[in-house]
């Protein structure tokens, strides 16, 4: 049995303020909260200081995105390194704006992975396909060729500490929701992939998340589906009581 993940990206939204009211509203929102693991990736800045916010909750931060090296001339970038030694455990690699808006590639991806578990961070991994790419029917293609190249030379034993966001880039901010149909069929394909290359066991224990546009009011039908274990969601995640109605309804 997966836990569901319900995962939070406020991408670059929300000043310190704005995240302090948000985390005490969530944390009494959740406090009976069971059988749903929470997490939330805020800008940044922001980390370190939340960390006191969210002790002793139930409620995980996480990082957007982490750099391939530890340390170095790298202006701008982080090192998982300092995010662990500030008690982050979970980063998100590959979001479809990184790919998108900032010449983030499969391989580069695949080299953010692989430093992010080499220093013990969970990774919650994006991969999806462009309206054309769907339009096209290259949806299977692309997200086979996402999964294996991103995936490459990362282990068995490392796989525990990833899981997969499926998100079609036409269904991000646009209030578009692929229909639980659509996102069921890519998501027992990237099963599928994952037993081809790790086996039974390591498919079947893998969380594979929906992402783009999910709501309250839609999170139901998709998380009914056989594949789907969880949710990274964007713009409803920006309020805790939205955010929360997600978690409330995810747990299987
Ligand atoms: P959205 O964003 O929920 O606003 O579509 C999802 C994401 O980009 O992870």
Not at 221 to 235: C, P, R
Request: glycine share 6%.
């Amino acid at each position: 049995m997966r836990t569901p993940l319900i995962a939070a990206n406020f991408k670059m939204n929300k000043n310190l303020d704005e995240a302090f009211n948000y985390f005490n509203e969530l944390k009494k929102l959740t406090a009976d909260t069971k059988n749903v693991e929470i997490v939330v990736a805020t800008p940044h800045l922001l980390l370190y200081p939340l960390t006191q916010s969210v002790k002793n909750t139930n409620i995980q931060l996480s990082a957007q995105n982490v750099h391939w090296e530890d340390s170095g001339a790298f202006t701008a970038e982080t090192s998982p390194k300092t995010l662990k030694a500030i008690g982050i455990n979970y980063t998100i690699l590959g979001h479809s704006e990184r790919r998108k808006m900032f010449c983030e590639t499969d391989e580069t991806v695949n080299k953010r992975i692989k430093n992010a578990l080499k220093n013990n961070l969970k990774i919650i991994f994006c991969i999806g396909e462009s309206l054309d790419q769907r339009e096209n029917n290259e949806t299977i293609k692309v997200i086979t060729e996402q999964v294996k190249k991103g995936l490459k030379s990362v282990s068995k034993e490392e796989m525990n500490n990833i899981s997969i966001a499926y998100e079609p880039i036409w269904a991000i901010g646009t209030g578009k929701t692929a229909t639980p149909e659509q996102a069921q069929e890519v998501h027992k394909k990237i099963r599928e992939i994952l037993n081809d290359i790790y086996g039974n066991e390591i498919s079947q224990k893998t969380r594979i998340l929906y992402g783009g546009s999910v709501k309250p009011n839609n999170i139901k039908d998709l998380i009914s589906q056989n594949d789907i274990d969880g949710a990274l969601v964007g713009g409803a995640s920006l309020k805790a009581e939205s955010f929360f109605e997600i978690i409330s309804q995810s747990s299987k």
